[in-house]
Protein backbone atom coordinates (compact mmCIF):
# COMPACT_ATOMS: atom_id res chain seq x y z
CA UNK A 1 0.00 0.00 0.00
CA UNK A 2 1.08 3.23 -0.64
CA UNK A 3 1.13 5.70 2.51
CA UNK A 4 -0.20 9.05 0.30
CA UNK A 5 -0.96 9.59 -3.26
CA UNK A 6 -1.31 12.55 -4.66
CA UNK A 7 -2.07 12.94 -8.27
CA UNK A 8 -3.05 16.28 -10.39
CA UNK A 9 -2.95 17.96 -7.07
CA UNK A 10 -3.90 22.01 -7.85
CA UNK A 11 -5.04 24.82 -6.29
CA UNK A 12 -5.31 28.14 -6.48
CA UNK A 13 -4.67 31.33 -4.97
CA UNK A 14 -4.74 35.26 -5.73
CA UNK A 15 -1.13 35.42 -5.45
CA UNK A 16 0.21 31.50 -6.26
CA UNK A 17 -0.86 28.64 -7.29
CA UNK A 18 -0.11 24.86 -6.92
CA UNK A 19 -0.48 22.97 -9.87
CA UNK A 20 -0.42 19.49 -11.31
CA UNK A 21 1.58 17.82 -8.41
CA UNK A 22 1.76 14.33 -8.58
CA UNK A 23 3.77 12.05 -6.03
CA UNK A 24 3.55 8.92 -4.31
CA UNK A 25 4.97 7.97 -0.61
CA UNK A 26 5.29 4.04 -0.90
CA UNK A 27 4.62 2.01 2.72
CA UNK A 28 8.03 2.25 4.74
CA UNK A 29 10.05 4.99 2.94
CA UNK A 30 10.91 8.33 4.08
CA UNK A 31 9.96 10.92 1.11
CA UNK A 32 11.58 14.60 1.07
CA UNK A 33 9.73 17.49 0.22
CA UNK A 34 12.05 19.90 -1.12
CA UNK A 35 11.51 23.80 -1.74
CA UNK A 36 12.44 26.91 -0.53
CA UNK A 37 10.10 29.14 1.13
CA UNK A 38 6.77 29.97 -0.08
CA UNK A 39 7.18 27.09 -2.90
CA UNK A 40 4.19 25.33 -1.94
CA UNK A 41 5.17 22.90 0.78
CA UNK A 42 3.10 23.86 3.44
CA UNK A 43 -0.04 24.44 1.31
CA UNK A 44 0.98 20.42 0.01
CA UNK A 45 1.20 19.40 3.39
CA UNK A 46 -2.18 21.24 4.09
CA UNK A 47 -3.53 19.67 0.84
CA UNK A 48 -2.92 16.25 1.84
CA UNK A 49 -4.66 16.63 5.13
CA UNK A 50 -7.84 17.95 3.63
CA UNK A 51 -6.87 21.30 6.16
CA UNK A 52 -7.65 23.24 2.98
CA UNK A 53 -9.49 22.20 -0.18
CA UNK A 54 -8.02 21.19 -3.15
CA UNK A 55 -9.24 22.52 -6.75
CA UNK A 56 -8.36 19.40 -8.80
CA UNK A 57 -6.65 16.63 -8.50
CA UNK A 58 -7.12 13.61 -6.13
CA UNK A 59 -5.56 12.35 -2.35
CA UNK A 60 -5.39 9.38 -1.11
CA UNK A 61 -3.85 8.92 2.28
CA UNK A 62 -3.24 5.36 3.84
CA UNK A 63 -6.10 4.20 1.57
CA UNK A 64 -8.36 6.47 2.32
CA UNK A 65 -9.67 9.64 0.41
CA UNK A 66 -8.82 12.28 2.12
CA UNK A 67 -12.50 13.77 1.30
CA UNK A 68 -14.08 10.72 3.20
CA UNK A 69 -15.63 11.33 6.22
CA UNK A 70 -13.77 7.91 7.15
CA UNK A 71 -10.57 10.03 7.08
CA UNK A 72 -11.63 11.16 10.65
CA UNK A 73 -10.47 8.32 11.85
CA UNK A 74 -7.20 7.73 9.49
CA UNK A 75 -6.46 10.84 11.61
CA UNK A 76 -5.55 8.61 14.19
CA UNK A 77 -2.86 7.22 12.58
CA UNK A 78 -1.34 10.07 11.41
CA UNK A 79 1.70 12.14 13.78
CA UNK A 80 1.84 15.76 12.32
CA UNK A 81 4.64 18.39 13.68
CA UNK A 82 4.02 21.81 12.14
CA UNK A 83 6.23 25.01 11.19
CA UNK A 84 4.21 27.26 13.22
CA UNK A 85 1.59 26.10 14.87
CA UNK A 86 1.63 24.49 18.01
CA UNK A 87 -0.42 24.09 21.20
CA UNK A 88 -1.71 27.12 23.36
CA UNK A 89 1.55 28.57 24.86
CA UNK A 90 0.29 28.31 28.49
CA UNK A 91 -0.13 24.91 28.55
CA UNK A 92 2.36 22.28 29.96
CA UNK A 93 4.25 19.31 28.26
CA UNK A 94 2.11 17.32 31.11
CA UNK A 95 -0.97 18.99 30.35
CA UNK A 96 -0.85 18.60 26.64
CA UNK A 97 -0.04 15.04 27.23
CA UNK A 98 -4.09 15.12 28.52
CA UNK A 99 -5.31 16.54 25.98
CA UNK A 100 -3.69 14.26 23.80
CA UNK A 101 -4.79 11.14 25.26
CA UNK A 102 -8.05 12.03 24.73
CA UNK A 103 -7.31 13.63 21.25
CA UNK A 104 -5.98 10.00 19.69
CA UNK A 105 -7.79 6.57 20.02
CA UNK A 106 -4.00 5.23 20.48
CA UNK A 107 -2.27 7.22 22.95
CA UNK A 108 -0.02 5.22 25.04
CA UNK A 109 1.44 7.47 28.15
CA UNK A 110 4.31 5.38 28.87
CA UNK A 111 5.73 5.89 25.02
CA UNK A 112 4.99 9.71 25.54
CA UNK A 113 7.24 9.75 29.06
CA UNK A 114 9.61 8.10 27.67
CA UNK A 115 10.11 10.33 24.53
CA UNK A 116 10.18 13.73 27.41
CA UNK A 117 13.20 12.08 28.87
CA UNK A 118 14.74 11.17 25.89
CA UNK A 119 14.57 14.30 25.11
CA UNK A 120 15.17 16.26 28.21
CA UNK A 121 11.99 18.12 28.10
CA UNK A 122 10.24 19.57 31.28
CA UNK A 123 7.07 18.42 32.35
CA UNK A 124 5.69 21.25 34.47
CA UNK A 125 7.03 23.90 32.78
CA UNK A 126 4.63 26.24 30.16
CA UNK A 127 5.25 26.20 26.38
CA UNK A 128 6.01 29.67 25.97
CA UNK A 129 8.88 29.27 27.65
CA UNK A 130 10.18 26.55 25.70
CA UNK A 131 13.12 27.44 23.39
CA UNK A 132 12.25 26.63 19.72
CA UNK A 133 14.17 23.30 19.80
CA UNK A 134 11.86 22.38 22.54
CA UNK A 135 8.99 23.34 21.03
CA UNK A 136 9.68 21.02 18.36
CA UNK A 137 10.77 18.52 20.42
CA UNK A 138 7.82 18.33 22.30
CA UNK A 139 5.49 18.52 19.01
CA UNK A 140 7.66 15.56 17.60
CA UNK A 141 7.33 13.77 21.39
CA UNK A 142 3.37 14.20 20.45
CA UNK A 143 3.38 12.81 16.95
CA UNK A 144 5.06 9.82 18.21
CA UNK A 145 3.49 8.95 20.88
CA UNK A 146 -0.26 7.78 19.44
CA UNK A 147 1.30 4.95 17.34
CA UNK A 148 1.18 6.86 14.17
CA UNK A 149 1.56 4.60 10.88
CA UNK A 150 2.49 8.07 8.87
CA UNK A 151 4.43 11.19 10.15
CA UNK A 152 3.69 14.52 8.56
CA UNK A 153 6.69 17.11 9.15
CA UNK A 154 6.34 20.56 8.08
CA UNK A 155 10.05 22.43 8.60
CA UNK A 156 10.47 20.31 11.77
CA UNK A 157 14.08 20.72 11.50
CA UNK A 158 14.27 24.58 10.91
CA UNK A 159 15.55 26.96 13.29
CA UNK A 160 17.16 23.67 15.05
CA UNK A 161 21.32 23.98 15.90
CA UNK A 162 22.97 20.84 14.07
CA UNK A 163 23.11 18.55 17.23
CA UNK A 164 19.65 18.69 17.86
CA UNK A 165 18.68 18.62 14.56
CA UNK A 166 20.59 14.98 14.15
CA UNK A 167 19.04 13.74 17.14
CA UNK A 168 15.77 14.58 15.73
CA UNK A 169 16.64 13.06 12.49
CA UNK A 170 17.96 10.04 14.16
CA UNK A 171 14.46 9.47 16.10
CA UNK A 172 13.13 9.65 12.68
CA UNK A 173 15.41 6.84 10.84
CA UNK A 174 14.07 5.02 13.58
CA UNK A 175 11.00 5.58 13.21
CA UNK A 176 11.17 4.04 9.69
CA UNK A 177 12.73 0.52 11.00
CA UNK A 178 9.16 -0.42 10.91
CA UNK A 179 8.09 -1.02 7.45
CA UNK A 180 4.66 0.06 7.88
CA UNK A 181 5.97 3.24 9.22
CA UNK A 182 6.45 6.22 6.43
CA UNK A 183 7.40 10.07 6.78
CA UNK A 184 6.75 12.78 4.74
CA UNK A 185 9.39 15.34 5.47
CA UNK A 186 9.75 18.83 3.97
CA UNK A 187 12.46 20.92 4.56
CA UNK A 188 14.24 24.07 3.00
CA UNK A 189 17.39 22.40 4.60
CA UNK A 190 18.56 20.26 1.88
CA UNK A 191 21.06 18.63 3.69
CA UNK A 192 19.12 17.16 6.18
CA UNK A 193 16.96 15.35 3.71
CA UNK A 194 19.92 14.28 2.10
CA UNK A 195 20.73 12.19 4.78
CA UNK A 196 17.47 9.91 5.25
CA UNK A 197 15.41 10.33 2.32
CA UNK A 198 14.41 7.44 0.13
CA UNK A 199 12.74 9.79 -2.22
CA UNK A 200 12.60 13.41 -3.59
CA UNK A 201 9.99 15.78 -4.77
CA UNK A 202 11.13 18.98 -5.34
CA UNK A 203 9.05 21.86 -5.46
CA UNK A 204 9.29 25.09 -7.10
CA UNK A 205 6.89 28.09 -7.69
CA UNK A 206 3.92 25.55 -7.15
CA UNK A 207 5.33 22.97 -9.56
CA UNK A 208 6.62 19.73 -8.83
CA UNK A 209 9.93 20.10 -11.03
CA UNK A 210 11.97 16.44 -9.63
CA UNK A 211 10.37 13.59 -8.30
CA UNK A 212 12.96 10.86 -7.99
CA UNK A 213 14.45 8.08 -5.89
CA UNK A 214 17.06 9.94 -3.86
CA UNK A 215 20.22 7.33 -4.82
CA UNK A 216 19.63 7.49 -8.17
CA UNK A 217 19.21 11.11 -8.73
CA UNK A 218 22.86 11.39 -6.77
CA UNK A 219 24.14 7.89 -8.85
CA UNK A 220 22.97 9.79 -12.56
CA UNK A 221 23.77 13.93 -11.68
CA UNK A 222 26.81 14.88 -11.76
CA UNK A 223 28.38 18.20 -11.67
CA UNK A 224 31.19 18.60 -14.44
CA UNK A 225 34.10 21.27 -15.01
CA UNK A 226 34.75 22.68 -18.39
CA UNK A 227 36.36 25.20 -20.37
CA UNK A 228 34.16 27.84 -21.81
CA UNK A 229 34.76 26.37 -25.41
CA UNK A 230 34.11 23.05 -24.39
CA UNK A 231 30.77 24.36 -22.48
CA UNK A 232 29.54 25.66 -25.76
CA UNK A 233 30.09 22.46 -27.55
CA UNK A 234 27.48 21.18 -25.81
CA UNK A 235 23.96 20.11 -27.02
CA UNK A 236 21.69 22.85 -25.31
CA UNK A 237 19.26 19.75 -23.83
CA UNK A 238 22.11 18.06 -22.04
CA UNK A 239 22.53 20.79 -20.05
CA UNK A 240 20.17 20.92 -16.79
CA UNK A 241 22.24 24.27 -15.12
CA UNK A 242 25.37 25.61 -15.34
CA UNK A 243 27.54 27.76 -13.03
CA UNK A 244 29.78 30.38 -14.77
CA UNK A 245 33.40 31.97 -13.58
CA UNK A 246 36.56 33.15 -14.82
CA UNK A 247 38.22 30.52 -15.30
CA UNK A 248 35.48 27.83 -16.58
CA UNK A 249 32.38 26.68 -16.51
CA UNK A 250 30.49 23.78 -13.63
CA UNK A 251 27.40 22.20 -15.63
CA UNK A 252 25.21 19.46 -14.10
CA UNK A 253 24.43 17.08 -16.55
CA UNK A 254 23.43 13.32 -16.77
CA UNK A 255 26.51 10.79 -16.32
CA UNK A 256 25.08 9.39 -19.44
CA UNK A 257 25.48 12.51 -21.34
CA UNK A 258 29.20 13.58 -20.02
CA UNK A 259 31.73 13.54 -22.55
CA UNK A 260 34.17 11.18 -22.14
CA UNK A 261 37.19 13.79 -22.20
CA UNK A 262 35.60 15.36 -18.88
CA UNK A 263 35.99 14.46 -15.88
CA UNK A 264 32.32 13.90 -13.93
CA UNK A 265 32.40 15.03 -9.82
CA UNK A 266 29.55 13.01 -7.77
CA UNK A 267 27.58 16.08 -5.77
CA UNK A 268 25.19 16.84 -3.19
CA UNK A 269 21.86 16.76 -3.34
CA UNK A 270 21.95 20.69 -2.41
CA UNK A 271 23.67 21.35 -5.01
CA UNK A 272 21.51 19.20 -7.54
CA UNK A 273 19.15 22.09 -6.46
CA UNK A 274 20.77 24.81 -6.43
CA UNK A 275 21.74 24.15 -10.73
CA UNK A 276 18.65 23.52 -11.17
CA UNK A 277 17.03 26.21 -9.89
CA UNK A 278 19.29 28.62 -11.43
CA UNK A 279 18.88 26.93 -14.96
CA UNK A 280 15.21 27.20 -14.54
CA UNK A 281 15.69 30.98 -13.36
CA UNK A 282 17.73 31.46 -16.48
CA UNK A 283 15.27 29.96 -19.07
CA UNK B 1 -14.62 16.53 22.36
CA UNK B 2 -13.64 16.54 25.93
CA UNK B 3 -9.84 17.43 24.69
CA UNK B 4 -10.80 20.45 22.93
CA UNK B 5 -12.51 21.31 27.01
CA UNK B 6 -9.69 20.22 28.50
CA UNK B 7 -7.65 22.34 26.74
CA UNK B 8 -9.70 25.63 26.86
CA UNK B 9 -9.91 24.41 30.96
CA UNK B 10 -6.48 24.28 31.49
CA UNK B 11 -5.80 27.47 29.39
CA UNK B 12 -8.90 29.84 31.06
CA UNK B 13 -7.18 28.83 34.15
CA UNK B 14 -4.05 29.97 33.87
CA UNK B 15 -4.47 32.78 31.46
CA UNK B 16 -7.63 34.34 33.02
CA UNK B 17 -7.59 33.90 37.01
CA UNK B 18 -8.53 37.37 37.43
CA UNK B 19 -11.35 37.59 35.48
CA UNK B 20 -12.64 33.67 36.91
CA UNK B 21 -11.76 35.45 40.21
CA UNK B 22 -13.96 38.17 39.13
CA UNK B 23 -16.97 35.92 38.02
CA UNK B 24 -16.94 34.05 40.99
CA UNK B 25 -17.10 36.86 43.42
CA UNK B 26 -19.51 38.65 41.55
CA UNK B 27 -21.71 35.20 41.87
CA UNK B 28 -22.13 35.37 45.62
CA UNK B 29 -22.52 38.83 46.02
CA UNK B 30 -26.06 39.59 47.12
CA UNK B 31 -28.89 40.67 44.72
CA UNK B 32 -29.45 39.13 41.45
CA UNK B 33 -27.84 42.37 39.54
CA UNK B 34 -24.63 41.46 40.61
CA UNK B 35 -24.92 37.48 39.84
CA UNK B 36 -26.43 38.58 36.59
CA UNK B 37 -23.09 39.98 35.10
CA UNK B 38 -21.39 37.06 36.31
CA UNK B 39 -23.37 34.95 34.55
CA UNK B 40 -22.81 37.31 31.39
CA UNK B 41 -19.04 37.26 32.15
CA UNK B 42 -19.45 33.62 31.85
CA UNK B 43 -20.75 33.68 28.66
CA UNK B 44 -17.83 35.36 27.46
CA UNK B 45 -15.31 32.45 27.94
CA UNK B 46 -15.33 31.15 24.69
CA UNK B 47 -14.43 33.97 23.29
CA UNK B 48 -11.49 34.59 25.21
CA UNK B 49 -10.81 30.63 24.09
CA UNK B 50 -10.88 31.39 20.87
CA UNK B 51 -8.66 34.45 21.08
CA UNK B 52 -5.90 32.39 22.25
CA UNK B 53 -6.15 29.74 19.77
CA UNK B 54 -5.45 32.15 17.11
CA UNK B 55 -2.84 33.58 18.89
CA UNK B 56 -0.75 29.89 18.60
CA UNK B 57 -2.56 28.88 15.52
CA UNK B 58 -3.98 26.35 16.98
CA UNK B 59 -6.67 26.20 14.20
CA UNK B 60 -4.21 24.77 11.47
CA UNK B 61 -2.61 22.03 13.95
CA UNK B 62 -6.49 21.11 15.19
CA UNK B 63 -7.24 20.44 11.24
CA UNK B 64 -4.60 18.10 11.12
CA UNK B 65 -6.07 16.03 14.32
CA UNK B 66 -8.63 13.91 14.18
CA UNK B 67 -11.33 16.44 15.34
CA UNK B 68 -14.40 17.06 13.44
CA UNK B 69 -15.30 20.72 12.55
CA UNK B 70 -18.49 19.93 14.62
CA UNK B 71 -16.61 18.95 17.79
CA UNK B 72 -14.17 22.31 17.29
CA UNK B 73 -17.14 24.47 17.43
CA UNK B 74 -19.69 22.39 19.28
CA UNK B 75 -16.89 22.25 21.95
CA UNK B 76 -16.48 26.00 22.41
CA UNK B 77 -20.54 26.22 23.21
CA UNK B 78 -20.22 23.62 25.57
CA UNK B 79 -17.53 25.75 27.55
CA UNK B 80 -20.28 28.74 27.57
CA UNK B 81 -22.74 26.80 28.84
CA UNK B 82 -20.81 25.20 31.60
CA UNK B 83 -19.20 28.80 32.43
CA UNK B 84 -22.87 30.22 32.21
CA UNK B 85 -24.30 26.86 34.36
CA UNK B 86 -21.68 27.03 37.23
CA UNK B 87 -22.17 30.96 37.62
CA UNK B 88 -25.76 30.19 37.90
CA UNK B 89 -25.70 27.63 40.36
CA UNK B 90 -22.79 29.20 42.06
CA UNK B 91 -25.44 32.15 42.09
CA UNK B 92 -28.39 30.37 43.33
CA UNK B 93 -26.34 28.21 45.98
CA UNK B 94 -25.06 31.68 47.33
CA UNK B 95 -28.21 33.02 47.77
CA UNK B 96 -30.04 29.40 49.37
CA UNK B 97 -27.34 30.20 51.91
CA UNK B 98 -27.80 33.83 52.19
CA UNK B 99 -31.43 32.53 52.77
CA UNK B 100 -30.69 29.83 55.08
CA UNK B 101 -28.71 31.87 57.36
CA UNK B 102 -31.21 34.72 57.61
CA UNK B 103 -33.96 32.56 57.87
CA UNK B 104 -35.65 33.37 55.03
CA UNK B 105 -37.49 31.20 52.98
CA UNK B 106 -35.82 30.51 48.95
CA UNK B 107 -37.25 33.16 46.84
CA UNK B 108 -38.53 31.18 43.88
CA UNK B 109 -38.09 34.39 41.78
CA UNK B 110 -34.76 35.36 42.31
CA UNK B 111 -33.66 31.52 41.63
CA UNK B 112 -36.21 32.55 37.70
CA UNK B 113 -34.15 35.51 37.49
CA UNK B 114 -30.86 33.62 37.45
CA UNK B 115 -32.32 31.49 35.18
CA UNK B 116 -33.56 34.23 32.69
CA UNK B 117 -30.04 35.91 32.85
CA UNK B 118 -28.38 32.49 32.42
CA UNK B 119 -30.78 32.21 29.00
CA UNK B 120 -30.00 35.84 27.89
CA UNK B 121 -26.20 34.64 28.29
CA UNK B 122 -27.03 31.92 26.35
CA UNK B 123 -28.75 34.53 23.50
CA UNK B 124 -25.41 36.27 23.57
CA UNK B 125 -23.66 33.18 23.18
CA UNK B 126 -25.66 32.39 19.85
CA UNK B 127 -25.31 36.02 18.75
CA UNK B 128 -22.05 36.34 19.10
CA UNK B 129 -20.38 32.83 18.54
CA UNK B 130 -20.79 32.41 14.73
CA UNK B 131 -19.33 35.62 13.97
CA UNK B 132 -16.38 34.78 15.60
CA UNK B 133 -16.22 31.67 13.67
CA UNK B 134 -16.62 33.34 10.33
CA UNK B 135 -14.77 36.80 10.87
CA UNK B 136 -12.19 35.93 13.91
CA UNK B 137 -11.71 37.17 17.12
CA UNK B 138 -11.19 40.88 16.62
CA UNK B 139 -13.97 41.57 14.78
CA UNK B 140 -16.51 39.38 17.04
CA UNK B 141 -15.24 41.38 20.15
CA UNK B 142 -16.66 44.24 18.80
CA UNK B 143 -19.32 43.23 18.12
CA UNK B 144 -19.38 41.91 21.27
CA UNK B 145 -18.91 45.09 23.18
CA UNK B 146 -21.58 46.63 21.23
CA UNK B 147 -23.87 43.51 22.84
CA UNK B 148 -22.92 44.40 26.02
CA UNK B 149 -23.82 47.90 25.59
CA UNK B 150 -27.24 47.63 24.78
CA UNK B 151 -27.91 44.71 27.21
CA UNK B 152 -26.36 47.05 30.18
CA UNK B 153 -28.58 49.56 28.73
CA UNK B 154 -31.73 47.29 28.39
CA UNK B 155 -31.11 45.68 32.16
CA UNK B 156 -31.41 49.77 33.40
CA UNK B 157 -34.19 50.40 31.67
CA UNK B 158 -35.96 47.21 32.43
CA UNK B 159 -34.31 46.44 35.73
CA UNK B 160 -36.70 47.69 37.82
CA UNK B 161 -39.60 46.77 35.62
CA UNK B 162 -38.99 43.35 35.56
CA UNK B 163 -38.58 43.32 39.70
CA UNK B 164 -42.15 45.11 39.96
CA UNK B 165 -43.65 42.38 37.60
CA UNK B 166 -41.84 38.96 39.27
CA UNK B 167 -43.23 40.38 42.39
CA UNK B 168 -46.40 40.60 41.16
CA UNK B 169 -46.24 37.02 39.89
CA UNK B 170 -46.36 34.48 42.37
CA UNK B 171 -45.42 30.66 42.03
CA UNK B 172 -46.66 30.01 38.32
CA UNK B 173 -44.18 29.06 35.80
CA UNK B 174 -44.52 32.22 33.75
CA UNK B 175 -45.28 31.84 29.91
CA UNK B 176 -42.58 34.62 29.42
CA UNK B 177 -39.78 32.53 31.26
CA UNK B 178 -41.08 29.65 29.08
CA UNK B 179 -40.43 31.39 26.10
CA UNK B 180 -37.14 33.09 27.13
CA UNK B 181 -35.82 29.42 28.03
CA UNK B 182 -37.27 27.89 24.80
CA UNK B 183 -36.49 30.84 22.57
CA UNK B 184 -32.61 30.52 23.14
CA UNK B 185 -32.14 26.83 22.96
CA UNK B 186 -33.80 26.82 20.03
CA UNK B 187 -31.76 29.82 18.83
CA UNK B 188 -28.22 28.45 20.28
CA UNK B 189 -29.06 24.87 18.07
CA UNK B 190 -29.85 27.24 14.63
CA UNK B 191 -26.19 28.89 16.12
CA UNK B 192 -24.35 25.79 16.27
CA UNK B 193 -25.70 24.96 12.93
CA UNK B 194 -24.36 28.41 11.53
CA UNK B 195 -20.98 28.39 13.38
CA UNK B 196 -20.58 24.80 12.04
CA UNK B 197 -21.21 26.18 8.39
CA UNK B 198 -19.19 28.95 8.82
CA UNK B 199 -16.56 27.05 10.14
CA UNK B 200 -16.36 24.61 7.15
CA UNK B 201 -15.75 27.17 5.23
CA UNK B 202 -13.77 29.89 6.61
CA UNK B 203 -10.07 28.14 6.16
CA UNK B 204 -10.84 26.01 2.60
CA UNK C 1 32.00 -7.26 9.42
CA UNK C 2 32.74 -3.56 8.45
CA UNK C 3 30.87 -1.63 6.06
CA UNK C 4 32.51 1.58 5.01
CA UNK C 5 30.65 3.95 2.46
CA UNK C 6 31.69 6.73 1.42
CA UNK C 7 29.75 10.03 0.02
CA UNK C 8 32.49 11.46 -2.04
CA UNK C 9 34.18 10.18 -5.08
CA UNK C 10 32.25 8.77 -7.84
CA UNK C 11 30.81 4.85 -6.70
CA UNK C 12 27.32 4.85 -5.98
CA UNK C 13 26.09 3.36 -3.06
CA UNK C 14 24.67 0.70 -3.79
CA UNK C 15 27.78 -0.76 -5.49
CA UNK C 16 30.34 0.16 -2.30
CA UNK C 17 27.89 -2.08 -0.64
CA UNK C 18 27.36 -4.82 -3.53
CA UNK C 19 31.26 -4.90 -3.56
CA UNK C 20 32.15 -5.27 -0.06
CA UNK C 21 30.26 -7.30 1.29
CA UNK C 22 30.51 -9.69 -1.54
CA UNK C 23 34.02 -9.50 -0.56
CA UNK C 24 33.45 -10.43 2.75
CA UNK C 25 31.79 -13.38 1.64
CA UNK C 26 34.70 -14.74 -1.29
CA UNK C 27 37.37 -14.11 1.57
CA UNK C 28 35.72 -16.47 4.09
CA UNK C 29 34.87 -13.77 6.72
CA UNK C 30 31.29 -14.65 5.88
CA UNK C 31 30.71 -18.24 6.08
CA UNK C 32 28.03 -19.92 4.24
CA UNK C 33 24.81 -19.94 5.79
CA UNK C 34 25.40 -16.73 7.99
CA UNK C 35 22.58 -14.17 8.46
CA UNK C 36 22.80 -10.74 6.94
CA UNK C 37 20.91 -8.23 8.68
CA UNK C 38 18.06 -7.26 7.36
CA UNK C 39 17.60 -4.56 4.03
CA UNK C 40 15.70 -2.63 6.49
CA UNK C 41 17.88 -2.82 9.50
CA UNK C 42 20.99 -2.26 7.52
CA UNK C 43 19.91 0.72 5.68
CA UNK C 44 18.54 2.25 8.99
CA UNK C 45 22.01 1.57 10.96
CA UNK C 46 24.20 3.42 7.98
CA UNK C 47 21.27 5.47 7.75
CA UNK C 48 20.90 5.13 4.31
CA UNK C 49 18.10 4.71 1.73
CA UNK C 50 16.21 0.99 2.02
CA UNK C 51 16.05 1.24 -2.10
CA UNK C 52 19.68 1.51 -2.19
CA UNK C 53 20.31 -1.64 0.64
CA UNK C 54 17.48 -3.51 -1.73
CA UNK C 55 19.28 -2.89 -4.78
CA UNK C 56 22.74 -4.03 -3.22
CA UNK C 57 21.16 -7.32 -1.77
CA UNK C 58 19.09 -8.08 -5.10
CA UNK C 59 22.05 -7.76 -6.96
CA UNK C 60 24.49 -10.03 -4.36
CA UNK C 61 21.54 -12.70 -4.73
CA UNK C 62 21.31 -12.43 -8.77
CA UNK C 63 25.06 -13.18 -9.24
CA UNK C 64 24.43 -15.84 -6.59
CA UNK C 65 26.58 -14.57 -3.16
CA UNK C 66 23.57 -14.66 -1.27
CA UNK C 67 19.88 -16.10 -1.25
CA UNK C 68 16.38 -15.14 0.45
CA UNK C 69 14.51 -17.00 2.49
CA UNK C 70 10.91 -15.76 2.12
CA UNK C 71 10.06 -14.33 5.51
CA UNK C 72 13.24 -14.95 7.33
CA UNK C 73 15.80 -13.05 6.19
CA UNK C 74 18.96 -13.32 3.45
CA UNK C 75 21.83 -15.58 3.89
CA UNK C 76 25.23 -16.33 2.33
CA UNK C 77 24.93 -19.15 -0.04
CA UNK C 78 27.37 -22.09 -0.66
CA UNK C 79 30.74 -20.94 -2.23
CA UNK C 80 31.42 -22.57 -5.44
CA UNK C 81 34.70 -22.61 -7.66
CA UNK C 82 33.35 -19.99 -9.96
CA UNK C 83 32.88 -17.47 -7.54
CA UNK C 84 36.15 -17.95 -5.63
CA UNK C 85 38.05 -17.47 -8.58
CA UNK C 86 36.10 -14.54 -9.75
CA UNK C 87 36.31 -13.12 -6.60
CA UNK C 88 39.92 -13.65 -6.88
CA UNK C 89 40.16 -12.61 -10.07
CA UNK C 90 38.71 -9.35 -9.07
CA UNK C 91 41.35 -8.73 -6.32
CA UNK C 92 44.42 -9.49 -8.61
CA UNK C 93 43.11 -6.33 -10.69
CA UNK C 94 42.60 -4.17 -8.07
CA UNK C 95 46.08 -4.81 -7.32
CA UNK C 96 47.36 -4.34 -10.68
CA UNK C 97 45.42 -0.83 -10.66
CA UNK C 98 46.99 -0.09 -7.70
CA UNK C 99 51.17 -0.88 -8.98
CA UNK C 100 50.17 0.96 -12.15
CA UNK C 101 49.10 4.55 -10.12
CA UNK C 102 52.14 3.85 -7.82
CA UNK C 103 54.47 2.95 -10.84
CA UNK C 104 53.08 6.15 -12.13
CA UNK C 105 53.79 8.34 -9.25
CA UNK C 106 57.63 7.72 -9.28
CA UNK C 107 57.68 7.82 -13.39
CA UNK C 108 58.68 4.20 -13.58
CA UNK C 109 58.07 2.92 -17.36
CA UNK C 110 56.36 0.26 -18.45
CA UNK C 111 58.98 -1.64 -19.70
CA UNK C 112 60.67 -1.16 -16.30
CA UNK C 113 57.77 -2.14 -14.29
CA UNK C 114 57.30 -5.06 -16.06
CA UNK C 115 60.84 -6.04 -15.85
CA UNK C 116 60.52 -6.06 -11.76
CA UNK C 117 57.58 -8.02 -12.51
CA UNK C 118 59.12 -10.81 -14.63
CA UNK C 119 61.75 -11.16 -11.47
CA UNK C 120 59.23 -11.66 -9.07
CA UNK C 121 57.93 -14.57 -10.76
CA UNK C 122 60.86 -16.12 -11.18
CA UNK C 123 60.95 -16.28 -7.61
CA UNK C 124 58.00 -18.35 -7.42
CA UNK C 125 57.57 -20.39 -10.67
CA UNK C 126 54.53 -21.68 -12.01
CA UNK C 127 54.14 -25.20 -11.45
Redesign the interface.
Known amino acids: MNAIEVQNLTKNYSGFSLSDVGFVLPEGSILGLIGENGAGKTTTIKLIMNAVERDDGTVRVLGADNRDSAFYAVKDDIGVVLDEAYFPEVLTAKQVGAIMKRTYRNWDDACYQRYMEKLSLPGNKAFKEFSRGMKMKLAIAVALSHDPKLLILDEATSGLDPIVRDEILDIFNDFTRDETHSILLSSHIVSDLEKICDYIAFIHKGKLMLYEEKDRLLDEFAVVGLSAEEFRLLPHENVLGYKKNDYGVEALMRRSNVPKTAKAERTTLENIILFLVKGENEQ | MSALLLKDFYTLLRQTRLFLLIIVIFAVMPGSFMAGFAVIYAAMLPITALAYDERSKWDSLAAMMPYTPAEIVISKYVLGYIGIGLAGLLALAAQSIVSMVQHNAIELTDAISVLMIACVAMIFLAITLPFMFKAGVEKGRILLFVILAAIAAAAMILGTKLDDYFNSVKLQMNTITLATVTGSVVLNLCSIALAVRFYRTKSK | MNLLIS????Q???EQIYTQLRDCIVSGELSAGDALPSI??LA?DL??????TKRAYDELERDGFIYTLAGKGCYVAEKNIEMIREGRLRDIEEHMRKIVQLSRACNLTDGELIEMFRVILEEDPFE
Not at chain 3, 7 to 10: I, L, S
Open positions: NTGNPIYRAKRISVIT
